[in-house]
């Protein structure tokens, strides 16, 4: 039985659906104005983790992330460039899309754009209005009142006198209360043409806030299963996500028995760098695109999911080089038997228990990934058909994370940042040379050339074929 830490509740919880065997998840995505980082990687991988353990354990999952196409910083960033809106963001998208591809995630369902949503906005900024939660100043801007709706904080766990205007809110004049946030923005003389919109309130744009809640709503409804995206988004964000899609659906007079805007809520730990929190601010951040050059996606990916998707992770080249060597592990013993295959396994398998019982503890990864070491390990001690299973077994386990679905082969001679000095063909030539030197009877330069190839982080296996095989270490 799936469990789930709720952050609304702070507390895991038995994982019950809407509508039974259907689960319908909303997810925040990118804002595109520049490459995205590690960051951004890490929520895309979680929750690509948690639709395929869903839809491993049988759920009919609708799965939508978004894109924030409309934003002060992509706006800045044009005008800086002397682009259009358009242009920027497109080019942008186009990129995230090769960034996920090579790390080899899923796409979305469906992957709504803020700009094609416009007019859901403003219908819900309207419904806003007329429940008397938001409300015109005299620049233009419309605001939502934060006092007037009972039990705004609860996502956050903040009273209002603890909270604060915070990242992305804007104190502009005229407010009522610095906690007001704008839901929809009036264009400044300066600002192009593409980032207008008309409205009843005049030209401008929507705020960062009452998109997520107007793509949510549109395409999952008023009342969903799960909302997911970093922690940093927790507030304002996600807060304010719930105070204006509950308070255009109920307006001041929510009772507590009306169902919530969405039932579970869920967020990924940031990625720290040194101990900090990564951030272009700092200048600590890494490009998806950049890491992937030293690294294997699937090292990547594992990396990620060493942790549980909760906790906070320190980012360094020696971290991902300790995931490629356990994932090595894996390969390696995958390495000993022959056409390994995925299988389905039933509850009479204690391995595929131990993975669910992990996994269905509020997806934890980490405890589902030791059992995939412990099976390696029990694979090692066996031999015959008993190993043979074993193996489809730890191949048919790793493929829920979509891990260990290459030739190990393919895996196990990939490069890494500290040792792709030497290639393939001339570690085949090293080895046609040690083959060589054996036949001569020359056992010193054959053992020199092992010795040499292992400094440099090669493993040879004699085979009792006569065939040597090569991995890295």
């Not at 789930?4 to 702070?10: E, G, M």
């Not at 029990?378 to 386990?397: D, F, I, P, V, W």
């Not at 020359?442 to 040597?468: M, N, V, W, Y």
Request: glycine residues 8%; hydrophobic residues 35%; charged residues 25%.
């Amino acid at each position: 039985m799936l469990q789930i830490y709720n952050t609304l509740s702070r507390s895991k919880q038995v994982f019950k659906p809407i509508v039974p065997g259907q689960v319908k998840m909303y997810v925040c995505g990118m804002t595109v104005y520049d490459f995205c980082h590690i960051g951004h990687a890490r929520v895309m991988i979680v929750f690509d983790m948690a639709v395929r353990w869903l839809r491993a354990s049988g759920y009919e999952v609708l799965y939508v992330r978004n894109i924030t196409d409309i934003d002060d910083k992509i706006i800045h960033r044009a005008i800086e460039n002397g682009e259009a809106i358009s242009a920027l963001t497109q080019r942008f998208i186009d990129a995230m899309h090769v960034d996920s591809d090579d790390l080899g995630l899923m796409h979305p369902d469906q992957e709504p754009r803020a700009t094609d949503f416009i007019e859901q906005m403003k219908g819900m900024i309207g419904k806003l209005i007329e429940n008397e939660l938001a409300y015109q100043v005299e620049d233009g801007d419309v605001n939502f009142a934060v006092r007037l709706l009972p039990g705004y904080g609860r996502l956050s766990g903040k009273s209002l006198d603890e909270l604060n205007a915070g990242e992305r809110v804007t104190i502009s004049g005229g407010k009522r209360d610095p906690l007001d946030f704008v839901l929809w923005k009036s264009s400044k003389p300066e600002e192009p043409a593409d980032t207008r919109w008309k409205s009843p309130w005049g030209e401008g744009r929507p705020g960062w806030h009452i998109e997520c809640s107007a793509m949510s709503c549109d395409l999952l409804g008023e009342h969903f299963d799960i909302h997911g995206g970093g922690a940093d988004l927790q507030f304002p964000h996600h807060e304010n996500e719930i105070a204006q899609s509950e308070g255009a659906l109920y307006g001041k007079e929510r009772k507590e028995d009306d169902a919530p805007f969405v039932n579970y809520w869920m967020h990924n730990g940031h990625i720290r760098v040194n101990e900090e929190k990564m951030s272009k601010s700092l200048g600590n951040f890494f490009l998806i695109r950049d890491v992937l050059k030293s690294f294997d996606p699937e090292v990547i990916r594992f990396f990620m999911l060493k942790a549980h998707y909760r906790s906070p992770i320190n980012y360094s080249d020696i971290q991902l080089e300790e995931a490629r060597s356990g994932l090595a592990r894996l390969y390696t013993a995958l390495a000993q038997v022959q056409d390994t295959h995925i299988e389905v396994l039933d509850s009479k398998n204690s391995w595929a228990k131990r993975f669910a019982d992990s996994m269905n503890d509020d997806f934890n990864t980490p405890e589902a990934i030791a059992v995939l070491f412990d099976l390696a390990s029990e694979m090692n001690r066996t031999q015959g058909q008993e190993r043979q299973l074993l193996a489809n077994t730890l191949k048919s386990l790793g493929a829920s994370l979509n891990f260990l679905q290459r030739e190990p082969t393919s895996f196990l001679q990939s490069g890494t940042k500290q040792n792709d000095g030497i290639g393939p063909e001339q570690i085949e030539e090293q080895i046609e040379a040690r083959k060589q030197a054996k036949q001569m009877k020359d056992f010193t330069k054959a053992d020199l050339i092992r010795k040499s190839l292992l400094e440099q982080g090669i493993i040879l296996e004699d085979k009792p074929s006569g065939i040597t095989e090569w991995r890295r270490a």
